[in-house]
């Protein structure tokens, strides 16, 4: 059955895709489901990283499931609302206040493409493929998601990709920008809990200033003040998890960090 599960480990919560017999493509249900299931994990304070990740080793995400199209986008109402439940999946995992990862394996075509654009980073194995297919099935791409490509690769990249709706291979992805990493396959998952165990022993109220400073400025580069990031560098710095940061550094030991 296609679904959206979720796994925590230690700190990290798995958002994981599964729809095996097509290459984890997301159904309608799934995209309804996917901004509650990473609201969940973020309003966890146990929680303190998010990955998403496709079921198995063949795929993140192959895309949408194209089979349900034609009953599902029959009329202008219908595809609204399914476009509707599109962008707010993919800005799900912008909009959460901890870091999110998108964990690469295999196919990353479609919407898939664009969920792991939405995460803070994306890490890929070495065995990913990729490609932006909207060209292929004469479907118009949400400005708002094509500005997150062009702030991901550029313009020319963007131009590429969506021209040509060609697969592109993981050392392209990483030329582009669109993965900080490509590891081997075997080395994925180690890859992954390296940066996440990482994450989970720095400030949150840290990384979630740093999360709405870059966000910000994504949204409008020209702006060079946001009252809400700056609200939360302000909590940060007068929080405890300051007071023992401080302690632990002068102290040469690992500070305890719980969010306030």
Same mark, same amino acid.
């Given at each position: ?6 796994? %925590?480990i230690g700190a990290v919560g798995h958002v994981v895709f599964s729809n095996a ?22 309003? @966890?304070?146990? !929680?303190?990283? !998010? ?16 089979? %349900? ?7 202008? &109402?219908? %595809? ?10 993919? #800005?799900?995992?912008? #909009? ?18 664009? &969920? ?5 980073? *994306? !890490?890929?194995?070495?065995?990913? *493929? ?8 004469? &479907? $118009?791409? @949400?400005?708002? $998601? ?6 991901? /690769? ?9 021209? =040509?709706?060609? !697969? ?5 992805? #990483? *030329? ?12 994925? @998952? ?8 990482? /994450? ?8 979630? +200033? ?17 009252? %809400? ?8 710095? $007068? =929080? ?6 401080? *302690? +632990? ?12």
């Open positions: 059955m296609a679904n959206i599960f979720v796994q %925590q017999s097509k290459f984890n493509a997301l159904t309608t249900q799934m995209w309804q489901d996917l901004p509650t299931r990473i609201a969940e994990l973020d309003a @966890d304070p146990a !929680i303190r990283a !998010i990955v998403l990740m496709g079921d198995g080793d063949k795929a993140f995400v192959s895309g949408a499931d194209i089979s %349900q199209f034609g009953a599902e986008r029959t009329d202008a &109402l219908a %595809q609204q609302n399914y476009k509707n439940l599109v962008d707010a999946a993919y #800005l799900a995992p912008t #909009l959460a206040s901890k870091p999110t990862i998108a964990k690469i394996r295999g196919i990353c075509m479609g919407g898939g493409l664009g &969920l792991a654009a939405g995460c803070d980073i *994306r !890490i890929c194995a070495d065995d990913a *493929r990729f490609r932006m297919p909207a060209g292929r099935l004469s &479907l $118009g791409y @949400d400005q708002a $998601g094509v500005r997150r490509f062009i702030a991901l /690769i550029g313009v020319q990249n963007t131009y590429d990709i969506f021209y =040509s709706a060609r !697969i592109f291979d993981a050392q392209e992805a #990483l *030329r582009m920008g669109f993965v900080s990493r490509v590891v081997p396959a075997a080395q994925l @998952d180690a890859a992954v809990q390296e940066l996440t165990n990482a /994450i989970a022993d720095n400030g949150p109220l840290t990384l979630k +200033a740093v999360k709405l400073s870059v966000n910000a400025f994504l949204q409008n580069p020209e702006q060079h003040h946001s009252p %809400q990031a700056q609200a939360a560098i302000d909590a940060a710095n $007068g =929080s405890e998890d300051y007071v023992e940061g401080v *302690r +632990a550094f002068a102290e040469k030991r690992r500070p305890h960090f719980t969010g306030r």
